[in-house]
């Protein structure tokens, strides 16, 4: 069963092969066994297994909807009404959530089943997974690994086959370089297509949700539920959602590919740039024009998002202080060591560096200098890929300089850890949608390839995106001891 993709398993549970509750039952069975990778916080036994029975009824009348009865699991940072939602932080360890997110109400209404709740790096800072208060996740292609972050339990999970799907959520690459490590596929949407509401922030202007999956047919599935315009978020965009299954297999002859040679310099690994080279090789021979383009801020990137990303989660964090709800420490002298100890004893070592970066980015005198200037830089990154656009239909690249690194190997210097997110962080600074599909390996080791759009062309990604998944059979398979 856990090798088949969502289409089948939807076909499957229709035909009566089996029933949802023998199929959730058989991803909890396998969510146990492999205990060890450590992708799950939460395990939604119960609830799961009730929602499956209610699905089974449903699927027994007429019902049209694909995601009826299958089983997905929820990253972390997605509230979810009734089920401990703790962002991979000490500070919601104890918090249940008393609401649905959008995303959730959305997967709930189309009869999925949910499996559990994800691991993540802490309030979904980091590029490693190594931040939770739950302790760091397996890579199932290499168990000494990282999954990669701040989705590293969805891509964890769903490479390993203990769900069939996952959401995930992406402020400067999270799910697109998890992916790429677990070789799964992942596509971060338009900013604005999927709602936010619900959804912890970190950095409000960057945060986006999307499918984590094992192809692009069925993340197409699951972005047809999670899109769409939402009243309880200000920032979700009122623009009609295509069908995402219709256009996935359009010809794509003539497609024009641009490859921003800051993509390809120095600092990228040679067995990645070999891999995403013959991934581009495919395309030229289903009829795409190749051509070299350029981004001349993309350097700029990680600066200015270093300086923006902490500045937001610095005002977005306030809100934990001990008092309405998460972490209170005990027998606080004043409402002051009430505020410190309370965020002092619950925040880890990242979120802390972040909060305090951002504080001083924000302050009187030094607004001007940092945020001001960044958010400057940041339109000019912004002009860059519309150039591009003008020019090419869409880009191409690694995700990652380098595939998958050792568990501990990079925790001592979070610098060197920032600058690995070169390839992903301009693109949630412009708001673009982009997909990370399996393309092959680097020293045993998946590599994904990056594919950009332009806004709300998720169509089309989904579209490029599937057409290399029918020549190519990277997507398909599954790493040792996870068959
Ligand atoms: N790795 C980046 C960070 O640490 C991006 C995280 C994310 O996309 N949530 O902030």
């Known amino acids: 069963m856990h090798n088949k993709t969502i289409t089948e398993l939807s076909k499957a549970l229709r035909e009566r092969e089996f029933s949802s509750v023998e199929l959730t039952q058989s991803y909890l069975d396998r969510i146990k066994k492999h205990n060890a990778l450590n992708s799950f916080i939460t395990i939604n036994e119960e609830m799961a297994l009730e929602g499956a029975k209610v699905a089974d009824t449903i699927l027994a009348n007429t019902n049209t909807n694909l995601l009826t009865g299958i089983p997905i699991a929820q990253k972390d ?4 009404q009734g089920v401990k939602t703790s962002c991979g932080s000490k500070m919601l360890d104890n918090f249940i959530s008393p609401y649905n997110a959008t995303v959730v109400e959305n997967f709930n209404n189309a009869g999925a089943v949910m499996l559990g709740k994800l691991n993540m790096d802490e309030f979904a800072m980091g590029s490693s ?30 490479a390993a086959r203990l769900t069939p799907a996952a959401t995930g959520t992406d402020t400067g690459g999270s799910i697109r370089q998890p992916a790429s490590f677990c070789g799964i596929t992942g596509l971060k949407p338009t900013y604005g297509r999927v709602s936010r509401y619900g959804m912890i922030a970190f950095a409000s202007s960057l945060d986006q949700a999307g499918p984590m999956t094992r192809s692009a047919e069925d993340a197409a599935l699951l972005l047809q539920t999670m899109s769409g315009f939402d009243t309880k978020d200000s ?118 560096r972040r909060i305090l970066m951002g504080t001083y980015a924000l302050s009187a005198g030094y607004y001007d200098a940092y945020y001001i200037k960044a958010q400057k830089v940041r339109r000019l990154i912004s002009e860059d890929f519309k150039q591009a656009f003008a020019e090419v239909d869409v880009l191409m690249g690694p995700v990652s300089p380098s595939p998958t690194f050792g568990l501990g190997e990079k925790t001592a210097d979070p610098i060197e850890m920032y600058l690995a997110d070169i390839y992903t962080i301009a693109v949630n600074l412009a708001g673009l949608p982009a997909i990370s599909i399996p393309a092959g390996f680097a020293d045993e080791k998946p590599v994904g390839l990056q594919i950009i759009s332009n806004y709300f062309t998720e169509s089309h990604l989904l579209n490029i995106a599937h057409k290399f998944q029918q020549t190519t059979h990277w997507h398909q398979l599954s790493p040792k001891g996870f068959e």
Not at 135 to 153: H, K
Not at 274 to 297: C, D, F, W
């Open 129 to 158: 997974n190594e931040t939770s208060f739950y302790g760091s996740v397996q890579n199932p292609w290499n168990t000494n690994c990282v999954p990669g972050g701040s989705s590293g339990g969805s891509a964890s999970a769903v």
């Open 235 to 352: 920032t979700s965009l009122d623009i009609p959602v295509p069908s995402y299954s219709a256009s996935l297999n359009n010809n794509l002859e003539g497609l024009k590919i641009g490859l921003p040679k800051e993509f390809f310099s120095e600092g990228l690994n040679n067995d990645v740039a070999q891999t995403i080279e013959s991934a581009i090789n495919e395309y030229r021979k289903m009829g795409a024009e190749i051509k070299e383009v350029s981004l001349p801020h993309m350097k700029l990137s990680i600066p200015v998002y270093y300086i923006i990303a902490p500045a937001e989660c610095s005002a977005n964090l306030s809100r934990f202080d001990g008092v309405r709800f998460g972490y209170r420490c005990s027998e606080p002298k004043d409402l002051n060591d009430l505020y410190i100890r309370s965020r002092g004893e619950a925040f880890g070592d990242e979120v802390k």
């Open 77 to 80: 940072i997605f509230c979810t």
